[in-house]
């Protein structure tokens, strides 16, 4: 079981736009920045959002990010097939000395 | 470019050992965190160890404790994860990633393989 809380699945319609969310407490989401990461099948984890809200270069604005308290949203607009993926928030956890993941959430573009 | 390129995974028996190594170009090594991701089969995400420039500062998840240690070599711009005791649910892709306040690279990974 995950320290940080990720629904299973989401899904929408190409276009549509859809929201990830991520829950955790103040010893991890709450004190610390938060990173979002997609991971197509078969290919390495990719870095979305970092420091709660930020894009890294050659990521589209397509993608954000917004932290409140102890949970954090990644927002995509625009949705294309392409956005088919496994999605993680990440985290420092102050108690564990540790990144923590959350669980992932697939994506399907319907 | 930034570059990390993962080797040593393969099939070892529960019990066994097994080197990793991470070859990273494209960046100055010594400047940065270094750690180790792995995904099993099936599974989410889960952070193995990290690890400061010089090497005095390492942290682990609690279920390798005691059985990997996590090093480097700055003079050969290498991660490395030394794995004993290897038990099945150890089976999982390793990634080596650069860390700053998130994974920014992440190399190809390097499947590992417990079983007997």
């Known amino acids: 079981q995950s320290v940080l809380t990720q629904p299973p699945s989401v899904s929408a319609a190409p276009g549509q736009k859809v929201t990830i969310s991520c829950s955790g407490s103040?010893?991890?989401?709450?004190?610390?920045?938060v990173s979002w990461y997609q991971q197509l099948p078969g290919t390495a984890p990719k870095l979305l959002i970092f420091?709660?809200?930020e894009r890294p270069s050659g990521i589209p604005d397509r993608f954000s990010g917004s932290k409140s308290g102890t949970s954090a949203t990644l927002g995509i607009t625009g949705l294309q097939t392409g956005d088919e993926a496994d999605y993680y928030c990440?985290?420092?956890?102050?108690?564990?000395?540790?990144?923590?993941f959350g669980g992932g959430t697939k994506l399907t573009v319907l | 470019e930034v570059q990390l390129v993962e080797s040593g995974g393969g099939l070892v028996p529960p019990g066994g050992s097994l080197r990793l190594s991470c070859a990273a170009s494209?960046?100055?090594?010594?400047?940065?965190?270094m750690s180790w991701v792995r995904r099993a089969p099936g599974k989410g995400l889960e952070w193995v160890a990290n690890i400061n420039q010089d090497g005095s500062e390492k942290y682990y998840v609690d279920s390798v404790k005691g059985r990997f240690t996590i090093s480097r070599d700055n003079a050969k711009n290498s991660l490395y994860l030394q794995m004993n005791s290897l038990r099945a649910e150890d089976t999982a892709v390793y990634y080596c990633a650069r860390a700053t306040t998130a994974f920014d690279y992440w190399g190809q990974g390097t499947l590992v393989t417990v079983s007997s």
């Open positions: 494209g960046f100055t090594f010594i400047s940065y965190w």
């Open positions: 990440g985290t420092w956890d102050s108690s564990l000395s540790g990144v923590v």
């Open positions: 103040s010893s991890d989401i709450g004190n610390n920045y």
């Open positions: 420091d709660n809200n």
